[in-house]
């Protein structure tokens, strides 16, 4: 079995992993870290959420950083605030034993931006940010980023669905003769391709992991027949079977999530709801109460999940199935993290069969139905 000392990285590093209980590389991890430590490149890696891609890209980055100099020499962008906090605290554990101190900033919305200001004024060498954020701080002259040698694009499908085109493009547009990309994503739409077309060296390399399936090998498919009258019926009676388990069910809208969540906690289940109307403070007690398992199961919107990281999901419910593909790809994801496996399960109503049969084609996956007695 590869270790991380065959993949190159020094002793401190290792150390580090070894604390977090991370002991033997994933699949991402074996593809693009050696390459990554000798090279420096371009580089387009497809892989799924929860295949480790935050130590994939993170600590070759950090292995490129001079502390000596105190310039800005890595960028991460992610696409939502949740994401950024949890990789810049991963990097943060990464360097623990590591003699000389590399400091991480993080930028994102929801809070002051003078605060975050201040904190760049303190000798800074990774920023991980959102891409909104970002723009905003660049265009106050906040921070410097000319001298930038890494930029990671992380979730770059994500974020282009939620409608970051347009700011990605201008932080792209900046040093690109110094700089090397590394662009992570689950899926390829065109508006990815077009990314790498545009900014990123024709020779770079290209890893997928499992490319075949879109979607983690570890999670079984399932869907179960109902009718939107019995959808609460049937979601009490799959979480009642559940007790010992912790899950997130999807809504495709905000009013959904929140009815849902209202219905759910009136018939005595631990649960919290997470969508785009919550104030920020909100959104991070939820997260806070679902990671420390104070919360045994999270409503959830598609654009709200995008941060969630909690290992020992054991399943995902669809309240209803997503409009788009690589939601369905993205919902599951939650599940069947860092190697586990897990269950995704559909809620469909007469008529909807079809969607389910188009998820199996372009995804490559097989959906069982699931019988409830």
Request: contains cysteine.
């Amino acid at each position: 079995m590869t270790t991380f000392s065959d993949l190159g990285l020094s002793e401190g590093y290792i150390k580090g992993l070894k604390e977090l209980n991370i002991i033997h590389p994933t699949e991402i991890q074996v593809a693009v870290i050696p390459t990554l430590l000798e090279t420096r490149t371009d580089l387009i890696g497809l892989a799924q959420t929860g295949t480790g891609k935050t130590a994939a890209f993170g600590l070759p980055i950090l292995n490129i950083i001079d502390p000596s100099k105190v310039e800005i020499q890595g960028l991460i962008i992610a696409p939502t605030r949740e994401l950024v906090q949890q990789i810049k605290k991963q990097l943060f554990k990464f360097t623990k034993y590591i003699d000389e101190r590399i400091f991480v900033e993080g930028v994102y919305g929801g809070e002051k931006i003078e605060k975050q200001i201040k904190a760049l004024t303190r000798p800074t060498h990774i920023v991980v940010a959102t891409p909104g954020r970002l723009i905003d701080l660049l265009e106050r002259k906040a921070l410097d980023i000319s001298n930038v040698k890494t930029l990671v694009l992380d979730e770059a499908d994500e974020m282009l669905s939620m409608g970051f085109e347009e700011d990605i493009s201008k932080i792209l547009e900046y040093n690109t003769f110094k700089r090397k990309t590394w662009l992570f994503s689950a899926t390829m739409p065109n508006e990815v391709k077009q990314i790498i077309k545009s900014y990123m060296s024709a020779d770079a390399i290209r890893v997928a992991v499992n490319k075949d399936a879109q979607v983690n090998k570890n999670i079984s498919h399932h869907y179960i027949n109902t009718t939107i009258e019995d959808k609460l019926y049937l979601i009490e009676k799959i979480l009642k079977r559940r007790q010992k388990e912790r899950g997130v069910i999807f809504c495709k809208t905000k009013a959904g999530t929140r009815t849902l969540t209202s219905q759910l906690q009136a018939k005595g289940f631990s649960v919290g709801a997470l969508e785009g109307d919550m104030q920020q403070k909100e959104r991070d007690k939820v997260m806070r109460a679902f990671k420390n398992e104070k919360l045994q199961f999270l409503v959830s919107t598609d654009v709200s999940a995008r941060g969630i990281d909690v290992n020992n999901l054991t399943f995902v419910l669809h309240h209803q199935l997503p409009d788009f593909l690589n939601y369905y790809t993205h919902r599951s994801g939650r599940t069947a993290r860092a190697g586990k496996t897990g269950e995704s399960i559909a809620l469909i109503i007469p008529g909807e069969k079809q969607k389910v049969i188009d998820a199996e084609k372009a995804l490559g996956i097989t959906f069982k139905e699931m019988k409830m007695h």
